[in-house]
T-cell receptor, first 110, second 112 residues
Framework: AQRVTQPEKLLSVFKGAPVELKCNYS??????LFWYVQYSRQRLQLLLR??SRESIKGFTADLNKGETSFHLKKPFAQEEDSAMYYC????????????FGSGTRLLVRP | ETGVTQTPRHLVMGMTNKKSLKCEQH?????MYWYKQSAKKPLELMFV???????ENNSVPSRFSPECPNSSHLFLHLHTLQPEDSALYLC???????????FGNGTRLTVT
């Protein structure tokens, strides 16, 4: 079965500290991985996807197939990064289905 | 108005009521989705409509009935719901299977 696990419900860091939001997945085939973000009073939106290999708002994520992980990282957190972050997986053989993790709330304190 | 719009924003209904949630997208996308977001649970895909297929999560009870009259509109018809159906219902759209989802703001449903 396909599954996405985000082990931390809440991650609290100080401004300027490095951030790593963990995401592990369970899927035997070739997955496509995403990070979605929801800022306060805004709708859920795409942050980045692994096939793009790009950095968005200073965030990066590398797909590690050996560890089945797709952790989201940022070297220096900013207060405006405070939000809910959701990791999601799309299985290549049923590609309309996007499976989400339970989310991690990131709180960046001044 | 652009983007994905959901109405109503909030809905309170009794277990014997019949109501419908509406979603409209102005992005020219060809696939639309219903997700359910319950407290402390991951977003759960309920239904997908696209040009090629309709995908249904087999665990969704029949008291939820989707309707997609065209590529811009999606409805979720509700009848004889249970209190455990109280949740945030999110609509999303995408352009094909390989593009990211664009979400609406959701409808907060409370079943009393």
């Amino acid at each position: 079965a396909q599954r996405v696990t985000q082990p931390e419900k809440l991650l609290s860091v100080f401004k300027g500290a490095p951030v790593e939001l963990k995401c592990n997945y369970s899927y035997s085939g070739s997955p496509e991985l995403f990070w979605y973000v929801q800022y306060s009073r805004q709708r859920l939106q795409l942050l980045l996807r692994h096939i793009s290999r790009e950095s968005i708002k200073g965030f990066t994520a590398d797909l590690n197939k050996g560890e089945t992980s797709f952790h989201l990282k940022k070297p220096f957190a900013q207060e405006e990064d405070s939000a809910m972050y959701y990791c999601a997986l799309r299985a290549m053989d049923s590609s309309y289905k996007l499976i989400f993790g339970s989310g991690t709330r990131l709180l960046v304190r001044p | 108005e652009t983007g994905v719009t959901q109405t109503p924003r909030h809905l309170v209904m009794g277990m014997t009521n019949k109501k419908s949630l509406k979603c409209e997208q102005h992005l020219g996308h060809n696939a639309m989705y219903w997700y359910k977001q319950s407290a402390k649970k991951p977003l759960e895909l309920m239904f997908v409509y696209s040009l090629e297929e309709r995908v249904e999560n087999n665990s969704v009870p029949s008291r939820f009935s989707p309707e997609c009259p065209n590529s811009s509109h999606l409805f979720l018809h509700l009848h004889t719901l249970q209190p455990e159906d109280s949740a945030l219902y999110l609509c999303a759209s995408s352009q094909g299977r390989n593009s990211p989802l664009h979400f609406g703001n959701g409808t907060r449903l409370t079943v009393t």
